[in-house]
Antibody, heavy 119, light 107 residues
């Protein structure tokens, strides 16, 4: 069973930066992390799911939600089986649970890491 | 960006009944890159359906997806109390993925 684990959530002041990490393991024999798309999704308090970004298996293709206006950057390190979400110029409205999701279609969800933006 | 509109917002049903959830897209989805996820409070979401109609591993056949073009449907038959959750459709077929706003199923 594939396990996805996020880390890096914290309390940060408006305008600050934060780096979230995600690792995935437990792939079927013959497959590994570098075979799969990875994406990030968030859920603000009382709101629905919002797609943030995805990166292709090789890392050559990335796409971000237009609403983020270039503040967030996704990347991956296949040698370390990890994907990173670099978040800059954070705003109060970025407060949310951030989920890492593996696969295409997006199938394996982590438990999430909480980001709170507050002064 | 493709906008997904789900209806109804909330549906209240009894165990044993059938829930029919709708997801309308602002543009036709090529190759039906449409998924349905179940999300319960305090838990990670779970993929139910992908490709509009294919059940993910371990998902019971009470859950079925159908439709094409701009109208997709998730049907949950023989509802059980554990099916209480918010259900989201998601399109992953264009460069910018999107979710619907969710439908809450109450039992």
């Amino acid at each position: 069973q594939v396990q996805v684990v996020e880390s890096g959530g914290d309390v940060v002041e408006p305008g600050g930066s934060l780096r979230l990490s995600c690792t995935a393991s437990g792939f079927t024999a013959g497959f590994n992390f570098s075979d799969y798309y990875m994406s990030w999704v968030r859920q603000a308090p009382g709101k629905g799911l919002e797609w943030i970004s995805y990166v292709s298996s090789s890392g050559s293709t990335v796409h971000n939600a237009d609403s983020l206006k270039g503040r967030f950057t996704i990347s991956r390190d296949n040698a370390r089986d990890s994907v990173i979400l670099q978040m800059n110029s954070l705003r109060v409205e970025d407060t949310a649970m951030y989920y890492c999701v593996g696969g295409y279609p997006p199938e394996w969800w982590g438990q999430g890491t909480l980001v709170t933006v507050s002064s | 960006e493709i906008v997904l509109t789900q209806s109804p917002g909330t549906v209240s049903l009894s165990p044993g009944e059938t829930a029919t959830l709708s997801c309308r897209t602002s543009q036709s989805l090529t190759n039906t890159y449409l998924a349905w996820h179940q999300h319960k409070p305090g838990q990670a979401p779970r993929l139910l359906i992908y490709g509009a109609s294919t059940r993910a591993a371990g998902i019971p056949d009470r859950f079925s997806g159908s439709g094409s073009g701009t109208v997709l449907t998730l049907t949950i038959s023989r509802l059980e109390p554990d099916d209480s959750a918010v259900y989201y459709c998601q399109q992953y077929g264009r460069s910018s993925w999107t979710f619907g706003q969710g439908t809450k199923v109450e039992l």
